[in-house]
């Protein structure tokens, strides 16, 4: 099932956003963990999109 692309995109954003927030609570930035990890933003969407498309699924299967 194709499921579209600004979903899977606000999807990520929410991630981000809850992974910047656990992030913040440990006392580390966004910036921070980026720099620690060797990762950019585009690398970390690329690793969550699969994840997100998942969910994106999910949420349509049970609407």
Same mark, same amino acid.
């Given at each position: 099932m194709d499921v579209?692309?600004?979903?899977v995109n606000k999807e990520i954003d929410a991630m981000m956003k809850d992974l910047e927030g656990r992030l913040?609570? $440990?006392g +580390?930035? +966004?910036d921070q963990y980026m $720099? *620690?990890?060797?990762n950019t933003t585009e690398k970390m969407?690329? *690793?969550m999109k699969e994840n997100a498309e998942r969910k994106v699924k999910a949420d349509l299967v049970l609407f």
């Open positions: 579209p692309e600004v979903m913040k609570y $440990q +580390l930035s +966004l $720099q *620690f990890t060797g969407r690329d *690793f």
